[in-house]
């Protein structure tokens, strides 16, 4: 079998929470395990497509560095895997200006989340009367950087959420678009056209409100367990969570999204099944569910939450793997770029 070249990135947005560990990170370290000897695994903590929105430069810095040491501490290997900061590696921005030059505006108009970004600002009295000062280019374009961070590993398999599928199409488009138009006889196209890789959705939903996901840019911070709390602020937020005032236990993530949101929670944690997990509370009350709850999610961060606490402030570490990691990726990066620029004519 040819080998893998696996890419994925998150963004530095502070510490992460439960729904981005069971819906990000957690494959991450699966996919290290599953991965085969020759396989090239790149994680990357994507620092440029924070500044799509505003960030603060303090809290940014730091994010980063959160970041780097929870990954560590959720069990990627540094040895094994190449974990790295997007912004050492200038090579992403060089590609993606040559993309850029080569992508068709209609495409990145045609991306929902920029149909969602150019809906919410647009006023609310006039169908076409956007307020173009709340959006910038990079929200447009971004598309377009995530399509360089991949295609300059030539990465094969792109794991990430099913919100970022239309993404990878337009990834595939643009590869294509590039090894078309400059292809060379008798040499094989630049790019690989990269695949989809499914990771098993676990939506989690916000414990305050189960309409909507668990996620940092909700103001109320009981919604969302973070991997540094401790177990009683765990036991806490999950015996406040919003559930139902139905009788016994059933997984019905329409008419019970609060309930079954535990049971998904439950089931992830204990890499079970949500609908044998429902039937063993199927005769019980919200009390017991949510006491299993947290002892659950604590059984599952407690590690993580200790590496974290124990790395966090080791700073010539975290400097140690994040160079060495810029610089590995870089070997691959800078034999695309020889590549590109010689078929580009630069
Ligand atoms: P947030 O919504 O908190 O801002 P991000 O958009 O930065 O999170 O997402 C980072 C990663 O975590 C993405 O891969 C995303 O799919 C995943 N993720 C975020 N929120 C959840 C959630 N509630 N449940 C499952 N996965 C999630
Ligand atoms: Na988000």
Redesign the pocket.
């Given at each position: 079998p040819s080998k893998h070249v696996i890419f994925s990135g998150?963004?530095p947005?502070g510490i992460?929470?439960?729904?981005?560990y069971?819906?990000?990170?957690s494959n991450w370290v699966k996919l290290q395990k599953s991965a085969e000897p020759d396989d090239v695994l790149l994680f990357s903590i994507v620092g440029w497509h924070a500044l799509t929105l505003s960030q603060d430069p303090v809290s940014l810095r730091s994010a980063r560095d959160d970041m780097l040491a929870v990954i560590l501490a959720t069990g990627i290997d540094p040895t094994r895997s190449i974990l790295f900061h997007q912004d050492h590696n200038l090579h992403h921005t060089e590609l993606c200006w040559i993309l850029n030059c080569l992508t068709p505006m209609g495409k990145l108009r045609r991306m929902t989340t920029w149909k969602s970004r150019l809906a919410a600002s647009r006023n609310a009295n006039s169908e076409d009367d956007v307020d173009e000062s709340l959006l910038n280019a990079g929200l447009f374009t971004y598309p377009v950087l995530q399509a360089a961070d991949v295609l300059v590993y030539r990465a094969t398999h792109v794991p990430?959420?099913?919100?970022?599928r239309q993404h990878i199409e337009l990834i595939r488009d643009l590869a294509d678009i590039f090894n078309r138009t400059f292809k060379n006889h008798g040499k094989p196209p630049v790019f690989p056209l990269p695949v989809y890789v499914d990771t098993p959705?676990?939506?989690?939903?916000?414990l305050k409100d189960p309409s909507s996901?668990?996620?940092?840019?909700s103001p109320d911070t009981a919604s969302?367990i973070l991997l540094t709390d401790t177990a009683s602020q765990i036991k806490s937020k999950i015996r406040a969570a919003v559930t139902d005032s139905m009788q016994g236990i059933t997984y019905d993530p329409v008419s019970r999204p609060g309930t079954s949101n535990l049971l998904t929670i439950l089931a992830a944690c204990t890499d079970n099944n949500v609908t044998e997990v429902a039937k063993l509370y199927a005769n019980k009350g919200h009390g017991h569910l949510k006491s299993d709850v947290a002892d659950a999610v604590e059984e599952l961060l407690k590690a993580p939450r200790a590496e974290f606490e124990k790395i966090r402030h080791e700073k010539a570490f975290l400097e140690d793997v994040a160079r060495k990691g810029a610089s590995q990726a870089m070997q691959y990066s800078g034999a695309t770029m020889d590549e590109v620029r010689k078929r580009i004519g630069l």
């Open positions: 998150i963004q947005t992460p929470h439960l729904g981005n069971l819906g990000a990170l990430v959420g099913e919100d970022q959705s676990k939506r989690i939903l916000s996901k668990m996620s940092k840019s969302r």
